[in-house]
């Protein structure tokens, strides 16, 4: 199967994963994701070209050896971006660098935010982190709220 090609489930199946789409989960995940915030080491950072020839660097957060996040930088001086802002431009060579000691500080500043939104293609929740006040990344969540799972795009990437 492609990577985003998605599985047909059966109407059972759906009811099954939208049962777990309940206060109580969302409370759940919304604490796992703090608690594990501490425990987010720096990945690898990774450059390209996007379809209209813009230069992008993105990084990762890894938990247990597992890209868990993966985050966007800008190429003129390697700040974080907020999600839904995306680089312009063609980047310094000097960038990836300042990108890689800057993940080591996130973590720090990193915090999870008092909500969750459940992706039902996937059958887990998505809670936003925000870094400085804005937005950077959703932390995805089991359905029951129990443990983090691996971003599908920083993997791939």
Same mark, same amino acid.
């Not at 800008?74 to 971006?81: F, M, W």
């Given at each position: 199967?492609?990577?985003? +090609? @998605?599985? &047909? &489930?059966? $109407?059972?199946?759906?009811?099954? &994963?939208?049962?777990?789409?309940?206060?109580?989960?969302?409370? /759940?995940?919304?604490?796992?994701?703090?608690?594990?915030?501490? #425990? *987010?080491?720096?990945?690898?950072?990774?450059?390209?070209? =996007?379809?209209?020839?813009? #230069?992008?660097?993105?990084?990762?957060?890894? &938990? +247990?050896? =597992?890209?868990? *996040?993966?985050?966007?930088?800008?190429? +003129?001086?390697?700040?974080?971006?907020? /999600?839904?802002?995306?680089? !312009?431009?063609?980047?310094?060579?000097?960038?990836?660098?300042?990108?890689?000691?800057?993940?080591?500080?996130?973590?720090?500043? !990193? +915090?999870? *935010?008092?909500?969750?939104?459940?992706?039902?293609?996937?059958?887990?929740?998505?809670?936003?982190? $925000?870094?400085?006040?804005?937005?950077?990344?959703?932390?995805?969540? /089991?359905?029951?709220?129990?443990?983090?799972?691996?971003?599908? @795009?920083?993997?791939?990437?």
């Amino acid at each position: 199967m492609a990577p985003h +090609e @998605k599985e &047909l &489930l059966t $109407a059972e199946q759906r009811a099954g &994963l939208r049962a777990l789409n309940t206060p109580e989960n969302a409370i /759940k995940a919304v604490a796992t994701a703090r608690s594990c915030i501490r #425990f *987010l080491t720096p990945g690898k950072v990774w450059t390209k070209r =996007t379809p209209h020839g813009d #230069f992008q660097i993105k990084g990762s957060l890894m &938990l +247990e050896e =597992t890209a868990v *996040l993966a985050l966007h930088f800008s190429p +003129e001086d390697g700040s974080l971006l907020p /999600k839904g802002l995306h680089s !312009i431009g063609e980047g310094k060579p000097e960038i990836p660098a300042v990108v890689q000691s800057l993940l080591h500080e996130i973590p720090k500043e !990193i +915090e999870a *935010l008092d909500g969750a939104e459940f992706r039902e293609p996937e059958s887990c929740w998505a809670v936003p982190l $925000a870094y400085r006040n804005r937005i950077v990344a959703h932390l995805k969540v /089991k359905g029951d709220g129990s443990e983090v799972v691996p971003d599908k @795009k920083a993997v791939e990437d």
